[in-house]
């Protein structure tokens, strides 16, 4: 775990001395958040093969398709863009931990120039960052998290109302993974105008999809499978605490902001908070809803501190005394279930790939 700790320690530490100073024009308060994904981009990188459920798996495929002559490449068990991307890879170097450090690399890359510029708080978004389950997918899922890094690029055509290249982004995700078909939701639902005047009709519309989310997820599971080409059979997972959370994360974000200071952008990523809470209704049935919330999740963490810097004169004190108590909780909880947790994607203990590890 003290891989992990030192992640967030450091940027908790540095972030208090480092608001408003400049060092040869540089903010410095902007340097958490880079310590921290320059941190998280090591670590990907440099992990053992042992560390995510799915690492090995992807090494089996990477190694296989050094092999494999351009022309024989198919549409297989595999989405066929992403074999491409492997068998470029391979020409350049057969070794696995290039692959996943090339990959680590790449996905932090695409992640981080937008939290950097819409980071209003490095704490916050860093803790809430490290509690969501996209979190240990980058450890893990390679294939998944390129396909999410892939969206933040669809992200900003969004914001610029760009359809005509956010289409193609969308497109190109699928071809790392299938459930980046959920990406096409994000055009039309971030410039949506949902305020609090909606809040009539958005409470029974988000209560009914939770009361009837079983004949609602058994529509639409066919076209799922079709889709996705995964198993989509309902089973129970078990799976409440973040949709809790989540709900938990709605409300404060409708409750505490004065509309009248949002920015369109702010407002966006809280419609797409809501589309991500509603797909959270359905992680219960079947984790491949958590899969196509990834998407949507990971934005959440630039969400929350805007909803606070434009929180109400009414709520001020509350999201400030709120603030600081979800940084030391989160960061609590993170720890904890380091060492507790059965669904950490067996991320936690941390190994560098030049350990001896005994799998």
Not at 102 to 126: G, N
Not at 197 to 218: E, G, H, R, T
Not at 246 to 253: D, H, I, Q, R
Not at 304 to 317: A, E, F
Request: aromatic share 22%.
């Amino acid at each position: 775990m003290v891989p992990f700790i030192i992640l967030l320690t450091v940027p908790l530490v540095i972030y208090p001395f480092s608001k408003n100073v400049k060092i040869n024009g540089y903010r410095l308060e902007q340097f958490p958040l880079l310590f921290f994904f320059l941190m998280l981009t090591f670590l990907t990188a440099f992990r053992h093969q042992s560390i995510g459920n799915d690492t090995s798996v992807y090494i089996y495929f990477y190694r296989n398709i050094s092999g494999v002559p351009w022309d024989q490449i198919r549409w297989g068990s595999l989405e066929i863009g992403f074999q491409f991307y492997m068998k470029l890879l391979s020409m350049i170097s057969p070794e696995p931990q290039f692959f996943i450090a090339v990959s680590s690399i790449v996905v932090c890359a695409l992640i981080y120039p937008t939290y950097k510029r819409l980071c209003v708080d490095p704490s916050l978004t860093i803790v809430i960052f490290c509690i969501l389950s996209t979190f240990v997918m980058m450890f893990s899922g390679i294939r998944q998290m390129m396909a999410v890094s892939i969206g933040f690029l669809a992200y900003e055509f969004t914001r610029r109302g760009k359809w005509y290249f956010f289409i193609p982004t969308v497109v190109f995700a699928t071809l790392f993974h299938t459930s980046a078909f959920m990406l096409a939701f994000m055009y039309p639902v971030f410039h949506l105008r949902l305020t609090k005047k909606w809040l009539l009709a958005i409470v029974p519309v988000l209560f009914a999809i939770f009361i009837f989310n079983k004949p609602i997820f058994s529509f639409l599971a066919p076209f799922l499978g079709e889709v996705t080409r995964f198993e989509v059979v309902m089973r129970s997972t078990g799976a409440y605490s973040m949709l809790f959370l989540f709900l938990a994360f709605t409300v404060f974000s409708f409750l505490i902001p004065d509309e009248s200071a949002f920015d369109e952008e702010t407002l966006g990523l809280r419609n797409l908070l809501l589309l991500s809470l509603v797909l959270q209704f359905f992680v219960p049935l079947n984790f491949l809803a958590m899969r196509m919330n990834y998407y949507y999740i990971i934005f959440i963490p630039l969400l929350l501190p805007r909803i606070i810097k434009y929180s109400s004169v009414k709520w001020q004190q509350f999201a400030l005394v709120g603030r600081y108590i979800m940084v030391i909780f989160f960061f609590i909880y993170f720890i904890y279930s380091g060492f507790t947790s059965p669904y950490n994607l067996h991320v936690f203990p941390y190994h560098f790939f030049w350990e001896n590890v005994v799998v």
